[in-house]
């Protein structure tokens, strides 16, 4: 059982912003959920040059996440830009880093969910999502997307996706999170909190 109060974790990579503004969308859904906190993380940059450091605590946003982060969550929001259809490598490193919960089954039965963002609109958010979700399955999590009760998915000319929620930043990155986005966002993060609520007395019965 979880020492702290019961939190869903919002991991996120995100260089420009824009899957940060979308986490932030998700966490404040998640603490509209009473007896549930959200924990905003990110992670760090990987480089080519190997010798490349980055500081323990980054100069803005949220801090690193750690393994215990992810061991003591009671469900997780992953968030990535996409990148040629897929998440991006920063995250990607960070979960190859989780064997010892897979060897542990610390994930398994936590409900999850995911959500990216791209610059243009058909530019490979809903490959990106169903790709991030292969990693949870594998540790056994539940996945939640958003369900089509959600009037967005079927009005949006922009993100939004069953698979989870999306932003289209634009060419440049300067298309803010739009009214549709932030209400998918939110929604989810709200979803994901309840399940996560709801799948704790299964969890605690192990
Ligand atoms: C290496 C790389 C690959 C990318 N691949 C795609 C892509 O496949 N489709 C797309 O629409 N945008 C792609 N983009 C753009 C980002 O997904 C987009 O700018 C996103 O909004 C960035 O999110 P951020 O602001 O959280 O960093 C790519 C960007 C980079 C750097």
Redesign the pocket.
């Known amino acids: 059982m979880s020492p702290t109060r019961p939190y869903v974790l919002v991991l996120?990579?995100?260089?420009?912003?824009?899957?940060?503004t979308l986490a932030e969308q998700v966490a404040a859904g998640v603490e509209e959920i009473a007896g549930v906190d959200a924990r905003l993380r990110t992670v760090p940059p990987v480089s080519t040059t190997c010798e490349a450091v980055a500081p323990d605590i980054p100069s803005e946003g949220a801090v690193y996440a750690t393994l215990e982060d992810l061991r003591q969550c009671d469900g997780l929001a992953l968030g990535s830009?996409?990148?040629?259809?897929n998440m991006?490598a920063p995250l990607k490193y960070f979960l190859d880093g989780t064997s010892e919960l897979w060897l542990n089954g610390a994930l398994i039965d936590k409900p999850a969910t995911a959500f990216?963002?791209?610059?243009?609109l058909?530019?490979?958010?809903e490959a990106?999502l169903l790709t991030m979700l292969i990693p949870m399955l594998h540790q056994g999590m539940v996945y939640a997307g958003v369900p089509y009760s959600e009037s967005g998915l079927v009005n949006t000319s922009s993100g939004g996706t069953p698979y989870g929620t999306s932003?289209v930043?634009g060419e440049r990155?300067d298309r803010s999170v739009d009214d549709i986005e932030r209400t998918l966002a939110r929604a989810q993060g709200r979803r994901l909190a309840r399940l996560a609520m709801a799948l704790r007395p299964l969890r605690e019965e192990k």
């Open positions: 996120y990579y995100s260089r420009s912003g824009a899957t940060r830009p996409t990148r040629f259809g991006a990216t963002s791209t610059a243009s058909h530019g490979g958010q990106t932003h930043a990155s």
